[in-house]
């Protein structure tokens, strides 16, 4: 534990990313305790009042509880983010290790083709197709991890092709196959353990990725109009106009949460990069 | 430049159009939804449209879009379509075409769009090379990094909000939406309102200048301090060369060659994100046409809007590969690894 603080003080990126995340985590989970996930719905309460003491957080146009929908939506938007960020690291490594480790061939050829298309396409337009292909009402937060994960696969891909095809090259690897190991022995025991503060660094971008992938798409309205996910937050303080109503707090909460949470996953994969490229830590 | 590269990126911009109209093309086939009934549905229970109107509406949108074909069939009508820029009608505005109205709503996006890339690009490199040399004082990095770390993390409808709320809402210095004054009508010859659109234009561009200057800065910020410990740097200065000369020939000019080997990737960021952002300025532009063409379904608008977006990024790709190995000889000789 001393060790592991004396760590952070010297990257501290990583800790001030790591204390924004576990901060919001304990203000959604403690946050749940206390209020009724129900205020965060529809007309259940009365509309357009400033934070007060009833209301510490203010109310919408809709009468919802913002401090409900801040706690609750805090929530459903990094399920979502972590959602996508799994499905779409979990593909990566697959595509990665197998044309980084077996690369050469025409599977490799094949498949780092299609990752380079989906490299140039700009995936969000995809997204939009994909996401309105839904119904609005089935994108709950899970749905809308799985679709936004659906695409959010060709960036790590690469990454880690290019990470594994240069760690294939080193001795130590030579000398497991000489050794006897085979292949996927070498990738569980030698390149995964040795390429962990990548992978790690690599879900925190495919996280961010999410985030920013389902908060556009959210923004434009597409997605489950009933959840109080931050992005519907942001659909809907512009459906109601809420800068003509004057509804000051309703703008200022969400972009403070959604700047924390960003703001902390970009920080956390600078500090994790400083771990899996310690020559970059001169640079800084 | 050789022909074969030439060819690979040829290759790679038709393989780039072709997936994305073919993604397009399946993927309303998997959900089973049914675009044109759903659309003049609820045109009909929306916008007082009469049933059997909405009928003979059905019949005629169907027809015109093939979809009483066969599949293969209409996949290769599709294709066809699309290599003509030819997207059918808009189902919400129907007798008028889609690609009619994207040609008019560019007219308002790309103006601005395009000012806001320049202004962006050329500021974050100016900036994050500044940060990054080692004459500047560090007071100045370390006052102005924070800062540029969130704005380049955030999405940009997030940043335009902020704006709006600051710049328009509570010191009321300029408009809270729109592309031009309501009482003016679109005359690009009309002094009165190119400057009428100017105004209601600076806080989009300033909402992307703040996010994507601040990428292309820091990520200079850091290639500047990779390419001073280069010996041509301690060369040059070594040969007493001018410090304008050192910072501009020597710095500048090799540490921006990853930026603009981006630059294609981060222009279609820019694109997609202030298509979203327009809709929290009220813009009319193409970005508002597609989230109001989301919002009612109007499955042909949206399509044609997705696909000229696409087929313009790839061609900016393409464009901007063509001219890489003019500024850096190294890429042409590059193998395509990694």
Same mark, same amino acid.
């Not at chain 1, 200022?252 to 700047?259: A, G, L, Q, S």
């Given at each position: 534990?001393?060790?592991?603080?004396?760590?952070?003080?010297?990257?501290? !990126?990583?800790?001030?990313?790591?204390?924004?995340?576990?901060?919001?985590?304990?203000?959604?989970?403690?946050?749940?305790?206390?209020?009724?996930?129900?205020?965060?719905?529809?007309?259940?309460?009365?509309?357009?009042?400033?934070?007060?003491?009833?209301?510490?957080?203010?109310?919408?146009?809709?009468?919802?509880?913002?401090?409900?929908?801040?706690?609750?939506?805090?929530?459903?938007?990094?399920?979502?983010?972590?959602?996508?960020?799994?499905?779409?690291?979990?593909?990566?490594?697959?595509?990665?290790?197998?044309?980084?480790?077996?690369?050469?061939?025409?599977?490799?050829?094949?498949?780092?083709?299609?990752?380079?298309?989906?490299?140039?396409?700009?995936?969000?337009?995809?997204?939009?197709?994909? $996401?309105?292909?839904?119904?609005?009402?089935?994108?709950?937060?899970?749905?809308?991890?799985?679709?936004?994960?659906? #695409?959010?696969?060709?960036?790590?891909?690469?990454?880690?092709?290019?990470?594994?095809?240069? !760690?294939?090259?080193?001795?130590?690897?030579?000398?497991?196959?000489?050794?006897?190991?085979?292949?996927?022995?070498?990738? !569980?025991?030698?390149?995964?353990?040795?390429?962990?503060?990548?992978?790690?660094?690599?879900?925190?971008?495919? #996280?961010?990725?999410?985030? !920013?992938?389902?908060?556009?798409?959210? $923004?434009?309205?597409?997605?489950?109009?009933?959840?109080?996910?931050?992005?519907?937050?942001?659909?809907?303080?512009?459906?109601?106009?809420?800068?003509?109503?004057?509804?000051?707090?309703?703008?200022?909460?969400?972009?403070?949460?959604?700047?924390?949470?960003?703001?902390?996953?970009?920080?956390?994969?600078?500090?994790?990069?400083?771990?899996?490229?310690?020559? $970059?830590?001169?640079?800084? | 430049?050789?022909?074969?590269?030439?060819?690979?990126?040829?290759?790679?911009?038709?393989?780039?159009?072709?997936?994305?109209?073919?993604?397009?093309?399946?993927?309303?086939?998997?959900?089973?939804?049914?675009?044109?009934?759903? =659309?003049?549905?609820?045109?009909?229970?929306?916008?007082?449209?009469?049933?059997?109107?909405?009928?003979?509406?059905?019949?005629?949108?169907?027809?015109?879009?093939?979809?009483?074909?066969?599949?293969?069939?209409?996949?290769?009508?599709?294709?066809?379509?699309?290599?003509?820029?030819?997207?059918?009608?808009?189902?919400?505005?129907?007798?008028?075409?889609?690609?009619? /109205?994207?040609?008019?709503?560019?007219?308002?996006?790309?103006?601005?769009?395009?000012?806001? /890339?320049?202004?962006?690009?050329?500021?974050?490199?100016?900036?994050?090379?500044?940060?990054?040399?080692?004459?500047?004082?560090?007071?100045?990095?370390?006052?102005?990094?924070?800062?540029?770390?969130?704005?380049?993390?955030?999405?940009?409808?997030?940043?335009?909000?902020?704006?709006?709320?600051?710049?328009?809402?509570?010191?009321?210095?300029?408009?809270?939406?729109?592309?031009?004054?309501?009482?003016?009508?679109?005359?690009?010859?009309?002094?009165?309102?190119?400057?009428?659109?100017?105004?209601?234009?600076?806080?989009?561009?300033?909402?992307?200048?703040?996010?994507?200057?601040?990428?292309?800065?820091?990520?200079?910020? =850091?290639?500047?301090?990779?390419?001073?410990? @280069?010996?041509?740097? *301690?060369?040059?200065?070594?040969?007493?060369?001018? *410090?304008?000369?050192?910072?501009?020939?020597?710095?500048?000019?090799?540490?921006?060659?990853?930026?603009? *080997?981006?630059?294609?990737?981060?222009?279609?960021?820019?694109?997609?994100?202030?298509?979203?952002? @327009?809709?929290?300025?009220?813009?009319?532009?193409?970005?508002?046409?597609?989230? *109001?063409?989301?919002?009612?379904?109007?499955?042909?608008?949206?399509?044609?809007?997705?696909? /000229?977006?696409?087929?313009? /990024?790839?061609?900016?790709?393409?464009?901007?590969?063509?001219?890489?190995?003019?500024?850096?000889?190294?890429?042409?000789?590059?193998?395509?690894?990694?």
């Amino acid at each position: 534990m001393k060790g592991f603080w004396e760590y952070i003080k010297r990257n501290p !990126m990583l800790g001030i990313g790591m204390f924004f995340l576990i901060a919001l985590l304990c203000f959604t989970l403690i946050g749940r305790l206390f209020i009724e996930k129900n205020l965060a719905y529809k007309m259940t309460v009365d509309s357009n009042q400033a934070p007060s003491e009833k209301y510490p957080f203010g109310t919408d146009a809709q009468g919802r509880n913002l401090l409900a929908i801040m706690v609750y939506g805090t929530g459903m938007t990094l399920e979502i983010g972590a959602i996508a960020g799994g499905i779409g690291l979990t593909t990566g490594i697959l595509l990665g290790f197998i044309t980084g480790y077996f690369g050469g061939g025409i599977l490799d050829m094949i498949i780092t083709g299609i990752v380079d298309i989906f490299l140039t396409i700009p995936s969000f337009l995809i997204l939009i197709l994909v $996401a309105t292909t839904f119904k609005n009402i089935t994108l709950t937060p899970p749905t809308m991890g799985l679709v936004v994960g659906f #695409v959010s696969w060709a960036g790590p891909a690469r990454s880690i092709r290019a990470q594994v095809l240069s !760690m294939r090259e080193r001795p130590f690897i030579m000398m497991a196959k000489l050794s006897g190991m085979g292949s996927f022995e070498i990738i !569980m025991k030698e390149l995964v353990p040795n390429l962990l503060p990548f992978l790690v660094m690599s879900l925190s971008q495919a #996280v961010y990725g999410g985030l !920013m992938a389902s908060l556009g798409l959210e $923004a434009l309205g597409i997605g489950s109009r009933r959840e109080p996910t931050m992005g519907m937050t942001f659909f809907y303080l512009n459906y109601y106009s809420a800068f003509m109503i004057g509804d000051w707090w309703w703008i200022v909460e969400p972009v403070t949460v959604i700047v924390m949470t960003l703001v902390s996953l970009v920080l956390m994969s600078i500090g994790l990069d400083e771990i899996a490229n310690p020559r $970059a830590r001169r640079k800084a | 430049m050789t022909w074969s590269y030439f060819l690979r990126r040829l290759l790679m911009f038709v393989l780039v159009v072709f997936t994305a109209a073919t993604i397009n093309f399946v993927l309303p086939h998997l959900s089973g939804r049914d675009p044109v009934g759903e =659309a003049i549905r609820q045109q009909i229970a929306g916008q007082g449209l009469n049933a059997n109107q909405g009928a003979m509406m059905y019949k005629t949108m169907t027809h015109v879009f093939g979809l009483d074909q066969p599949l293969w069939k209409q996949y290769l009508t599709y294709l066809k379509s699309v290599a003509t820029f030819d997207f059918g009608y808009s189902i919400q505005n129907y007798p008028r075409k889609v690609m009619d /109205i994207v040609i008019a709503r560019a007219r308002m996006t790309l103006p601005f769009l395009v000012l806001g /890339i320049f202004i962006s690009f050329i500021g974050g490199i100016l900036l994050g090379a500044f940060l990054g040399w080692n004459k500047t004082p560090r007071w100045i990095s370390n006052i102005l990094v924070p800062p540029m770390l969130v704005f380049s993390s955030v999405p940009q409808f997030l940043v335009a909000l902020v704006l709006l709320f600051v710049v328009s809402f509570k010191w009321r210095l300029l408009p809270l939406g729109g592309a031009y004054d309501v009482t003016l009508n679109e005359d690009w010859t009309s002094i009165k309102f190119i400057l009428s659109y100017a105004q209601h234009a600076i806080l989009p561009i300033l909402s992307i200048v703040f996010v994507s200057a601040s990428g292309w800065a820091l990520g200079m910020r =850091a290639m500047m301090v990779t390419v001073e410990g @280069e010996d041509y740097t *301690t060369f040059a200065e070594a040969k007493g060369l001018k *410090t304008s000369r050192i910072f501009f020939r020597y710095l500048l000019r090799n540490a921006m060659l990853p930026s603009l *080997t981006g630059l294609a990737i981060t222009i279609g960021f820019i694109v997609t994100g202030s298509a979203v952002t @327009e809709n929290y300025f009220n813009y009319n532009g193409l970005g508002l046409t597609l989230g *109001t063409a989301i919002g009612v379904f109007d499955y042909f608008m949206m399509y044609g809007i997705i696909t /000229i977006m696409v087929m313009s /990024i790839a061609l900016a790709t393409f464009v901007m590969e063509m001219i890489y190995p003019l500024l850096d000889p190294r890429i042409s000789y590059r193998a395509q690894r990694g």
